[in-house]
């Protein structure tokens, strides 16, 4: 085989696998830029159909896990997050965010009501918070500042607990997952549907000595697969998760679809950020929702040549990048991005009224293509939800009259 034939299959391998190729390969490869974008659109399409070949699971190695637990412990949680811990008397998991005082998202975060992880002390209750990974030493001196005479322990437990997630990426959100036995055991703590979606995925939280051959064995019909593989399935629905896709601070939790993912109670009492949040909710305006994008071709600059299926690269949309329509208005920013899938902030409005949107690749001297729209999961009544003035006006007439 000759070297350049050799080295052009190396290349092909590495971007199959998502990794960037040493320069000596790519010059020795002797491929055309043109030629590379067909091989990635190649690797896309080959990762599209092994992520069709049936459920899956995956280590969440980006995720951690504190440990709340004591008699206050459900108080504590209960004044900084959106979402009502009493729901978790009826199931053992619940999707919300941790707010700042002016009403940004902090940390997005699953809670788990855990009497298996328990101190063991009558009266005592305990809650697993399952996190970014890079944040779990602010979150942990978040709620240690707001505890004040809680008495409430705030631990990290990422060195005895670790998140898989089990997903089908050929399910919909009218289709239950439901395969696998029993998971609950001695070295599995449990198994959960995602609060956030139906059909979307399943947390299993095992303790950290679990390997992989005991979830296989678990979940016979599932193959293990790279953490990546769950990223582009998120992007797909368009499901944000940590701290590129929500940054903090400056992401709005109605903006990041905390509603439609169940991470929100509009009927519990004060907690941290509330007027923002509660404001929003009954003006009955969001302008802007994370949405899923797809990045269907590219514009050359430089050459003014227009090039279809570039769907896969390393880096391509730089998170808080600018996202254009055709006509140069502004439609919304980047967020997380994974070969040919990403997610955006984008402007309801606007998508509503545009097929296909431009962002520009600085890195590589070209635009991209991309294509947006809202998952079935938001509902065509809710992408951008209004309530009429006069209804508000006339009920707010009826309680100053009665």
Sequence with gaps: MPPTAAMSRILLNAIRQGIRPPSCVVRCAAVTPSQQHRFRSAAAAELDVQMSRGPKFAKLRDRSILRVAGSDAADLIQGLVPNDVNILNNQKVMYTMFLSSAGRVLYDVMV???DEAGTGKPGEQCFLIECDKSVTTDLQRHMVVYRVRKKADVSYFGDKYQVWVVFDPDSNEDTPLTFGTETNGSNILMRVNDPRIGGFAQRVVTQTDVESATLSEALPECKECPTDW???HRFRWGVPEGVIDLPPAEALPLESNLAFMNGVSFEKGCYLGQELTARTHHTGVIRKRIMPLEITGTHKENTGTDESGSKCGDGLLTPGSVIT????KDAGRARGHLGQYGLGLMRV??????GHFWCADVRRGSSLKLEC????????????RKRVVKVVKKKLQMKMTS
Excluded at 325 to 328: C, L, M, V, Y
Excluded at 373 to 384: K, L, R, S
Aim: with cysteine.
């Design 325 to 328: 329509t055709p006509d140069g």
């Design 112 to 114: 788990y009501h855990c």
């Design 373 to 384: 729209h809202a998952p079935e999961w938001f509902g065509p009544e809710n992408v951008n």
């Design 230 to 232: 769950y990223t582009v």
């Design 349 to 354: 409005n606007v998508c509503n009224h545009h």
